[in-house]
């Protein structure tokens, strides 16, 4: 009577590794292949293109769609510009600068004729240090280029809130405003900085993917901000000229 | 100096496009050519020992005080003299904090804490090329500092730092270089912060940000009015 019932019984040890295994092959179940993942996302990533006045090139980078006709990249991609092309395979889409934070580096894009699909938003609190990540941007002007990596550390500002997911996916220039996905294909980063010194390998950095949520309210903060200041100077200038 | 002010060399990457963004990004840093004495907006013209003035600089009686570290890298024939100034707002009224040559580093100075300061970090290179760095911060009392100092070909450089945890070296808070291509004393509100690493990142009204000095300047042609 004993034998069989302790036969269906299962350990402690036994059942924690039924578990781990069940846990293994969901995440497996979950998790795409380096080519799976760039089939889904890569048509999401376009080429950004910033424009002088007089219709010349100042730099590029990259955008990531994160909604209808909504992209997001790095405010320096953007820097000092008068006009900003979307690109993937045809001529340039003109985009318009929809939102930004400067502070975090992060700018809004939106251009009608861009209909990719938007990327899902992970979640950079349930990354761990060591599993894969993907980047994928247009790194010196080569379109769409995928490498791959691990999420390295966390990097913190002083008072220990998260700046920075630190990869070792390899980014260069053109990569700014690019995502950096995980394995299950949804957006945890753009990647931002890169260090470039001779001595120094495969340190690279996204902005967290939670800035992207933080957009609209902090852009509407700031833009609150920079127009009542300006009412404010401009109603002293008046009132100094009576 | 390299070694201190980026260990990482950490770069944010836009491609490109052209010269002057990679020369704006090797000369990053770079605050002031090296001047002849008699050119207009170098500094007060050293005399034959390098020296602004020969007074040196004194903490008031009970103020309290912050730590002055000064470095240099330097050729044989280039010394350096770090100097507070009486004025911090009008740089004015230079007085000796310190200095070194290759050969002698300096000694650690004193600073008076919670009071608005400037220093001028002057290079002397035979014979008697001037390059000077104008900083303007406000000292934390118990904190200890490094004016961190380099001359390379294209001008001369000092960086301070905030070296009060040793493993963890940033940009001094709140540090303004003051002299400015054409303007040896530049106004607070037009003086630049110092160069930072963006992977120091900061706060701004309680959240997470990677520069909390960044304006939207350079978005102005592309912001709909």
């Known amino acids: 009577m004993t034998r069989p019932l302790a036969s269906k019984r299962r350990s402690p040890s036994a059942r924690i590794a039924l578990l781990c295994a069940g846990l293994l092959c969901a995440s497996a179940v979950q998790a795409l292949t380096p080519a799976e993942l760039f089939a889904k996302v ?171 949520k933080d957009l609209p309210r902090r852009h509407q903060q700031a833009r609150s901000a920079a127009l009542a200041a300006q009412a404010a100077a401009s109603a002293s200038a008046s009132a100094a000229s009576r | 100096m390299p070694h201190l002010t980026q260990p990482l060399s950490p770069r944010r990457l836009p491609l490109g496009i052209g010269l002057a963004a990679t020369l704006a990004m090797a000369l990053l840093g770079c605050a002031a050519p090296e001047h002849g004495p008699t050119a207009g907006s170098a500094p007060p013209a050293p005399t034959a020992s390098g020296a602004l003035g020969n ?60 009071v608005l300061t400037t220093l001028d970090y002057v290079v002397i290179k035979a014979p008697q090329r001037v390059c000077l760095v104008r900083w303007t911060f406000t000292p934390e009392a118990g904190r200890s500092y490094l004016l961190d100092g380099v001359i390379a070909p294209a001008g001369c450089m000092a960086v301070l730092f905030d070296v009060s945890q040793p493993d963890q070296i940033r940009t001094a808070a709140g540090a303004l270089r003051r002299n400015l291509p054409g303007q040896a004393c530049a106004p607070l509100a037009q003086s630049l912060p110092a160069p930072r690493s963006p992977l120091e990142g900061g706060q701004s009204e309680g959240e997470a940000v990677l520069n909390p000095a960044a304006t939207a300047a350079d978005l102005e042609g592309l912001i709909a009015p």
């Open chain 1, 42 to 212: 890569s048509p999401s990533i376009w080429k950004v293109v910033a424009l002088d006045a007089d219709g010349l090139p100042l730099g590029q980078g990259s955008a990531v769609v994160v909604g209808p006709h909504t992209l997001v990249t790095n405010c320096h991609v953007l820097a000092k510009a008068k006009r900003v092309l979307l690109k993937r395979d045809g001529p340039g889409l003109d985009a318009r600068l929809t939102a930004w934070d400067v502070q975090r580096d992060l700018c809004q894009l939106s251009a009608e004729g861009v209909d990719a699909p938007a990327v899902p938003l992970g979640e950079t609190a349930r990354l761990a240090i060591g599993q894969p990540a993907y980047a994928i941007g247009h790194p010196r002007g080569l379109d769409l280029t995928m490498s791959e990596g691990l999420v390295s550390s966390f990097r913190r500002n002083a008072e220990g809130q998260l700046l920075l997911v630190q990869t070792s996916a390899a980014i260069s220039g053109g990569s700014s405003g690019g995502g950096l996905f995980d394995e299950q294909g949804s957006l945890v980063g753009l990647t931002t900085i890169g260090s470039v010194a001779a001595a120094t390998q495969n340190l690279n950095f996204a902005i967290p993917a939670e800035w992207i």
């Open chain 2, 55 to 114: 007074a040196a600089y004194i903490v008031p009686k009970g103020s309290p005080t912050a730590r002055l570290v000064m470095r240099a890298k330097l050729q044989a024939d280039e010394q350096y003299n770090v100097f507070v100034l009486d004025d911090a707002l009008a740089c004015k009224g230079a007085k000796r904090a310190g200095g070194g040559t290759p050969q002698q580093p300096a000694t650690p100075a004193l600073l008076a804490a919670g």
